[in-house]
């Protein structure tokens, strides 16, 4: 059984670019949500997708979207990228359907921006 | 605003001692409290979970204690061993399955 994969695994981006970010839950799961996590910081909540749709979003400006496809799987994307936006990028998946508080992370994608 | 304490200096303990982590969070009423750990580069790893109506859990050598009066949750590693290095992460949810992360404390275990 897989669990959270997610990809690219490291991706070095100049200011200004776009990027985007992917996961696939662990099977079974329904629910994706996606952290930011600095350099010596706890991850930070991005946003949550359950049932394609947006469910909760954290303090994170607009350049951040997402997208959450039919088989559950889900995107990051990020646009007009900062240097402040280098971090580890943290994607977690769970099961609301069932009320399962717990989260099954991936080893994230390492994004660095110059 | 909501606050999730976790001490920032590393924890330094001797092979076989037991290592205490504490959580300590402000203007929060979690429904629960979820501890991971994390190693360099990698995901969080869920380790245990606790109700706020829960006063204390256990898993093999982990035990973890929840106060809501003190606002505090403590984590025990019994029997340290070099593998239980880490980073531990601690995490408090309200209820909506959306869980908060403190920003983690480092223990280093020594052989």
């Known amino acids: 059984d897989a669990g959270v994969t997610q990809s690219p695994t490291h991706l070095i981006k100049t200011r200004g670019q776009q990027v985007t970010l992917r996961c696939s839950p662990k099977s079974g799961h329904d629910t994706v949500s996606w952290y930011q996590q600095a350099l010596g910081q706890g991850p930070q909540f991005i946003f949550q997708?359950?049932?394609?749709?947006?469910?909760q979003r954290g303090n994170f400006p607009d350049r951040f979207s997402g997208h959450q496809f039919p088989n559950y799987s889900s995107e990051l994307n990020v646009n007009a990228l900062l240097l402040g936006d280098s971090a580890l990028y943290l994607c977690?998946?769970?099961?609301?359907?069932?009320?399962?508080?717990?989260?099954?992370f991936g080893s994230g994608t390492q994004l660095s921006v110059l | 605003s909501q606050k999730i304490e976790q001490n920032s200096e590393a924890l330094n303990i001797q092979e076989g001692k037991t290592a205490t982590l504490t959580c300590n969070y402000t203007n929060y009423s979690p429904a629960y409290l979820q501890w991971y750990r994390q190693d360099p580069g990698r995901g969080p790893v869920f380790l245990l979970l606790?109700?706020?109506?829960?006063k204390e859990k256990r898993k093999e050598r982990l035990k973890v204690t929840f106060d809501t009066t003190l606002k505090q949750s403590l984590f025990h590693i019994t029997a340290s061993q070099p593998a239980d290095s880490a980073t531990y992460l601690c995490?408090?949810?309200?209820?909506?399955?959306?869980?908060?992360f403190g920003r983690g404390t480092s223990l280093i275990v020594h052989p």
């Open positions: 606790i109700r706020e109506n829960e």
């Open positions: 977690a998946s769970s099961t609301l359907r069932v009320n399962n508080e717990k989260l099954f």
């Open positions: 997708y359950y049932e394609e749709e947006e469910r």
């Open positions: 995490a408090l949810d309200g209820g909506s399955y959306i869980p908060t």
